[in-house]
């Protein structure tokens, strides 16, 4: 009875750590973003794109005094085809405030300012929770936009894209 124990444990334990993927996927922003509009993308592997179903982008406010504000709602895009349109299917990566054929924008995309923190919120189906990042417009001395950096899940330290 414990070896069986024991076995299942081991069994279940190499499950686990032998590539099991999260429901909810892996985003990035696409390297040949331009620094000002980024573009999310959401793959289910390493490398298999995955369609996204809805998009959220919010803006973190400051805090003032000690009071918490909620973070204030930029962008939301959704997936929602019309049936008496010709059929399309959801995208993979998706460029902030542009609405792509089978989507609708639930939310109209405001000016994303430089130097403010941004949060990003990419579904798709099936998925329990969503896959999250987060990203930043940065200037330059002279206040020209030249990088974006974000932070993709499960990565360590800043991803930089920069101008062209």
């Not at 390297?31 to 959401?42: A, I, N, R, W």
């Not at 579904?123 to 330059?140: C, H, K, N, V, Y």
């Amino acid at each position: 009875m414990i070896r069986c124990a024991v076995g299942l444990i081991i069994c279940l334990g190499c499950l686990v750590t032998s590539g099991c993927e999260t429901l909810s996927g892996i985003g990035t922003i696409h390297p040949l973003s331009e620094v000002t509009l980024p573009t999310f993308c959401l793959y289910a592997g390493k490398s298999e794109p995955a369609p996204i179903k809805e998009i959220r982008v919010y803006q973190y406010q400051e805090v003032l005094e000690g009071q918490f504000k909620l973070p204030l709602l930029v962008w939301v895009l959704e997936y929602a085809p019309d049936s008496s349109q010709k059929r399309s299917k959801p995208f993979s990566c998706i460029t902030y405030g542009k609405v792509l054929p089978g989507y609708k924008e639930k939310a109209p995309a405001l000016p994303l300012t430089p130097e403010r923190r941004y949060y990003v919120t990419l579904w798709r189906s099936g998925a329990s929770q969503p896959t999250e990042m987060d990203f930043r417009i940065r200037l330059s001395p002279r206040g020209i936009p030249v990088k974006l950096e974000y932070h993709p899940p499960g990565v360590r330290g800043v991803q930089v894209i920069t101008g062209r």
